[in-house]
């Protein structure tokens, strides 16, 4: 499937039903499970997409790392 941007909304966010709700229209867009590990998800996400100009992720951290599904994603991380 061919799309130009995609986000992926950690469910830990709050308030994520209000950001789903202002998306563009026709938004490609997937909810992370706070409970597995997010990265994991988004590959499995973006395995069968292309044509991908942006990826947009929305989720919180502290400095130096990004709490993303039950992940912490850090400079050891990548």
């Given amino acids: 499937m061919s799309v130009s941007s995609v986000y992926f ?3 830990r966010v709050p308030d994520y039903q209000q950001i789903l ?9 997937y909810l992370i499970d706070g409970s597995t590990n997010g990265l994991t ?3 499995s996400a973006l395995a ?3 044509g991908l100009a942006a990826i947009h ?3 919180h951290g502290a400095a130096g790392q990004l709490l ?3 992940s912490v ?3 050891a991380a990548l």
Avoid: K, M, Y
């Avoid at 709700?21 to 867009?29: A, C, I, K, R």
């Fill in 73 to 75: 994603v850090d400079a």
């Fill in 68 to 70: 993303l599904g039950s």
């Fill in 57 to 59: 992720v929305l989720s």
């Fill in 48 to 50: 069968g997409l292309s």
């Fill in 21 to 29: 709700l202002s998306l563009p229209e026709g938004s490609t867009w």
């Fill in 9 to 11: 909304i950690d469910s």
């Fill in 41 to 43: 998800q988004i590959q």
